[in-house]
């Protein structure tokens, strides 16, 4: 059985982590630019050479559902192994697979089980490298560069959400489909390379540890969430808060735009802007004004609530639409909301994020997060699927009314019981007056 430690985050020299900063951001840009312009452009590809709607939709879940089951085994691997060796090794990977399945494409270049197939591969690769970077970030960077570092990731996951789809785009549009394989594994490749100069940090003394049964591993790390209220709380607000806004973008947006306010494309694409927008700006002003986590996790509650709010504030473009001939008025006002939503959301994660990197013991990080992912994908899909039944039966702004008095109650009642435990004196708790980062105890 594993000791239980509290991660130390090392201090790492201040060159080393400026050096570390930029490696990890040039290496996470190649590698996610390098995913999201090849899947988009295969499934592109996929849908004109088939014409099937239905092909279209197995390869595009080929790229999704394969990180459910390669976050558990990731998680293991992130913990038990050299976390620099399995970051390089999977972009190594995902350009050896890249090029690997070039030569079965160019010898059966129709076939859709070759695509879907090495969609599959490079989606368990790269979900893997992802989970490696994200529990390695204390391992690179100072704690001071945690929440900065977490920033630029979100922010440009952002601006990859907007003109990702734009560069798939214009790379099938202008390029065949082999220089497109190419293009892309020899990013992998460049990635890996840089990634070789990242010089890792040990939070913790190398215990040797008996490798356990994968589902005793797992449920040990349930008990270490269980275990420390500080994380456990965090974990609640942030899956809670997924769960409920997650449909937001992904139903409640789009069938509003379409068929409520019945915006053009163009309007559409104003209003889908938003959400990346607001990511935007709230990374530059914690990676650039220098807003510390601290003080961010000081009011974690506060933004919860005012995320709630901004969920409240959603149904007010589908009521503008009575007095907006042009549409233009409701889609400047959803692309506000949005924007807000956008900036309050990221405000509230970075330091959750920022938070469980640097504090969750080092032998448990990968596990952690490993479940963290899963949970987020499945909260996010039982969302998605609850709202888009509630919206077949009932008004969409009486939906997002009570989901928001429900927010409101289940939130008052986890800080409630956060002060509870801080009050009761057990182990390291949080309240919105005393919630700064630190240690559990």
């Excluded at 049964?213 to 040990?220: A, F, I, Q, S, T």
Aim: glycine share 6%.
């Amino acid at each position: 059985m594993q000791t239980e430690t509290t991660a130390v985050p090392p201090r790492i020299p201040a060159q080393r982590s400026h050096t570390n900063f930029v490696l990890m951001i040039l290496g996470r840009i190649i590698s996610e630019l390098g995913t999201s312009v090849f899947t988009f452009s295969v499934n592109l590809y996929v849908l004109n050479v088939t014409h099937s709607a239905a092909l279209y939709s197995l390869v595009l879940s080929f790229s999704i559902l394969p990180n459910l089951v390669s976050n558990f085994a990731g998680g293991l691997l992130v913990d038990r192994y050299n976390k620099k060796r399995l970051m390089v090794g999977s972009d190594f990977a995902s350009g050896g697979l890249l090029f690997g399945f070039l030569v079965l494409f160019l010898r059966f270049p129709s076939n859709v089980l070759i695509i879907a197939l090495c969609s599959m591969a490079l989606a368990v690769t790269q979900n893997i490298f992802s989970l490696t970077m994200t529990s390695s970030i204390a391992n690179t960077v100072n704690r001071e560069q945690v929440p900065k570092l977490n920033s630029v990731f979100t922010g440009y996951g952002s601006a990859i959400s907007v003109g990702g789809s734009f560069l798939g785009v214009l790379a099938y549009q202008n390029l065949s489909m082999p220089a497109i394989f190419c293009m892309n594994g020899l990013s992998f490749l460049f990635s890996a390379v840089l990634e070789l100069f990242i010089v890792f940090y040990g939070t913790t003394r190398e215990v040797p540890q008996k490798k356990q049964n994968p589902l005793k591993d797992y449920r040990n790390t349930l008990l270490y969430i269980n275990g420390h209220r500080r994380i456990k709380t965090l974990f609640l607000v942030e899956n809670f808060m997924l769960f409920v806004f997650a449909p937001l973008g992904s139903i409640i947006v789009p069938y509003v735009a379409y068929q409520v306010i019945d915006v053009s494309k163009f309007q559409f694409a104003v209003v889908q802007a938003g959400l990346p927008v607001g990511s935007l700006i709230a990374s530059f002003i914690i990676m650039f004004l220098s807003v510390s986590a601290a003080s961010l996790m000081k009011r974690v509650f506060r933004l919860a609530y005012l995320q709630i709010f901004g969920i409240m504030l959603a149904c007010v473009p589908g009521l503008l639409v009575l007095f907006d001939q042009s549409k233009w008025i409701s889609t400047s006002a959803f692309f506000a909301v949005l924007i807000f939503l956008g900036i309050v959301t990221v405000s509230r994660g970075i330091p959750i994020s920022s938070y469980f990197q640097n504090t969750v013991d080092e032998s448990t990080r990968g596990k952690f997060f490993a479940v963290q992912n899963t949970l987020s994908s499945l909260f996010s899909l039982l969302g998605i699927w609850l709202y888009g039944i509630l919206l077949d039966h009932f008004a969409w702004t009486g939906i997002l009314l009570v989901s928001a008095a429900v927010s409101i109650v289940v939130i008052f009642n986890i800080r409630r019981w956060a002060k509870h435990a801080e009050n009761s004196g057990v182990n390291a708790i949080i309240s919105e007056n005393n919630f700064t980062e630190g240690q559990d105890t």
